[in-house]
């Protein structure tokens, strides 16, 4: 990775009175990167993203974004930015169009362009046959692309997705992946907050584990998996712990996800032997993933709503 | 000056917004504005004049017609800047995608005062016509001059629905601003009777701008121009406009940034 830096961050601290929402954060995303922050509500994940546009003033630290500081020159980075914010915040009585030609008025975008690229990318997010109706009338889903859609009006160089398909349908949050791939192969910077792993290590090269203000964990998912929580993890019912403990390997881990039991052994033979060898059936075997790398790093679990 | 225009330009944005929103619901938004000063002259101008006798020479009608301008302009500014301000920052999470843009938080309460500058001003036409036809606007450029100063009184009444957004910790709180501070102000600046400047209350009125309002769009209506009594008036108007809409502007700019 040697491409510009679109976003530097060097101890970058927030404070709400006693609460420390960020507390030193060091980060840096380069152009035509997908940079993930992971972690629960109350993370700071959030935070970091309103530090980056002026929104949320930084106690702390050293920010730059395309080169400039949020708290001196919000204005020159929100015109090189789209933001899909947590909450939709579309006016619920007016048409799509009127509200992404409100939108496209705020970014300086004049009228005849704003109307092209607005039905470009309505067509794109496939809600063109929507272009007239109130917003009251359509689904969480749609509301969610269209916000997509108000984000892209002025082909921002970097795309902010905080928590985009948070509360979506499997197929409406699909569909949302899919258009950030293809965003990502156009080179755009993408910085994407998401409390599930699984999003994380669909769509981006490089994730930020994130815990109470702090980054425990950096790297690619895979890379990451590889490091923190490597081999295959078994999970068992929850009374099962008194029966597997006595048979597990030294280099074996062993912990709580719930009320089930849980077992992470380097190889997938080992949890078909412990089965085998202890008489209880496993609920679920599986390969390790970024969830297991945060229960490690944090040891807590990661839930939607902390 | 480049950057004040563009701070302007970002700011009408704003307004056209609102306006795009505001003309959804035209009929449903105007009507209470339009209708209110025309219930108060129906119900205590015409129906009190002939038991009131005159003021200055005026009927209670002729008396309390202007003061309806200016009480356009104090309503149509607090409740657009407290209720509808507090509602786009909490319940629609307007600001929140707004300031995702190139818009500030500047641009965002420039936007609001120009939008009630505006509309107060559009409303007190509105009633300004209505008076005329009732034959209550002896002095016809009135016609002309007083939405200005609405659009001006309607400056430091928004603050306070700002600064009263900015402080609530719901919407029903709201009630108490209105119960304390509006409502007097409403009643006992000059609307409804004549204040006597030596008198207790005729000191109080003077820290009000509604009363300057009142005063100024009363002597536009009655055709009235006592130079230095205008010129006092329109100071203190201007000064309580540039004192408040500042105060209400730092108290914004904390709330929507954290």
């Known amino acids: ?65 395309f080169g400039y500081d949020p708290a001196k020159n919000a204005r020159e980075i929100k015109k090189r930015i789209g933001v899909v914010p947590q909450e939709n915040a579309l006016d619920e009585g007016l048409t799509v169009l009127e509200n992404m030609r409100i939108y496209a008025r705020f970014s300086g975008i004049d009228r005849k362009s704003a ?11 496939s809600l063109e046959t929507k272009r007239d109706s109130p917003i009251k009338t359509l689904s969480g889903g749609m509301k969610r692309r269209l916000t997509f859609v108000r984000a892209l009006l002025a082909n921002p160089e970097l795309l902010i997705l905080d928590e ?3 509360g979506l349908d499997p197929s409406v949050r699909h569909l949302l992946w899919e258009k950030v791939t293809d965003l990502r192969a156009e080179g755009k910077t993408i910085l994407v907050t998401t409390h599930y792993m699984h999003e994380a290590e669909v769509l981006c090269d490089r994730v930020f584990i994130m815990d109470k203000g702090k ?27 008194v029966k597997l403990r006595p048979h597990l390997n030294g280099a074996w881990e ?42 490690k790093l944090t040891g807590s679990e990661l839930k939607e709503h902390d | 000056m480049t950057e004040f225009l563009q701070t302007f330009r970002l700011g009408w ?44 020479g005026m009927s209670y009608a002729q008396f309390l017609a202007p003061g309806m301008i200016a009480t356009t302009a104090l309503f149509t500014s607090f409740f657009e800047s407290s209720y509808g301000f507090y509602v786009r920052m909490t319940f629609e999470s307007v600001f929140k995608a707004m300031l995702t843009t190139p818009i500030g938080v500047r641009e965002v309460v420039l936007g609001e005062f120009m939008w009630v500058f505006v509309r107060a001003g559009l409303m007190a036409f509105g009633v300004s016509l209505v008076l005329l036809a009732l034959g209550l606007l002896p002095n016809p450029m009135a016609l002309l001059i ?3 100063i609405a659009g001006f009184l309607s400056l430091p009444c928004a603050a306070i629905g700002l600064l009263a957004a900015s402080w609530v910790r719901n919407i029903n709180q709201f009630q108490t601003v209105y119960s304390f501070l509006i409502a007097p102000i409403f009643y006992l600046s000059g609307v ?37 009594e205008i010129l006092w008036h329109a100071t203190a108007l201007i000064a309580f406009t540039l004192l408040m809409c500042g105060i209400s502007f730092n108290r914004i700019g904390k709330k929507l940034t954290t």
């Open chain 1, 1 to 65: 990775m040697s491409s510009a830096p679109i976003i530097s961050a060097r101890g970058v601290a927030k404070r709400f009175g006693d609460f420390e929402a960020l507390a030193s954060l060091d980060l840096v995303v380069r152009a035509g990167e997908c940079v993930g922050l992971l972690g629960p509500n109350g993370a700071g994940k959030s935070t970091f993203i309103g530090c980056l546009y002026g929104v949320v003033l930084r106690t702390g630290g050293d920010l730059e974004v």
């Open chain 1, 115 to 125: 109307d092209l690229r607005i039905t470009a990318l309505l067509q794109d997010m």
């Open chain 1, 164 to 166: 985009p398909t948070t």
């Open chain 1, 215 to 241: 980054v425990v964990g950096v790297g690619a998912p895979k890379e990451l998996i590889a490091k923190e929580a490597p081999g295959f993890v078994g999970i068992f019912p929850a009374d099962s712990e």
């Open chain 1, 254 to 295: 062993f912990f709580q996800q719930g009320h089930n039991s849980c077992v992470r052994a380097p190889r997938f033979d080992d949890l078909i032997e412990l089965q085998k060898t202890t008489g209880v059936s496993a609920l679920q075997l599986r390969p390790t993933n970024l969830e297991d790398v945060y229960l």
């Open chain 2, 13 to 56: 944005h704003v307004v056209v917004r609102n306006w795009m929103v505001y003309r959804k619901d035209f009929f449903a938004n105007i009507s209470p504005t339009l209708a209110d000063p025309a219930l108060i002259l129906g119900s205590l101008g015409l129906g009190l004049s002939g038991y009131v006798g005159e003021i200055d």
């Open chain 2, 146 to 148: 007083c939405p200005i």
């Open chain 2, 192 to 228: 409804f009777f004549p204040v006597a400047e030596k008198s207790a209350l005729g000191v109080i009125v003077q820290f009000s701008p509604f009363y300057h309002g009142v005063k100024l769009i009363q002597f536009t209506v009655w055709g009235k121009f006592p130079i230095q």
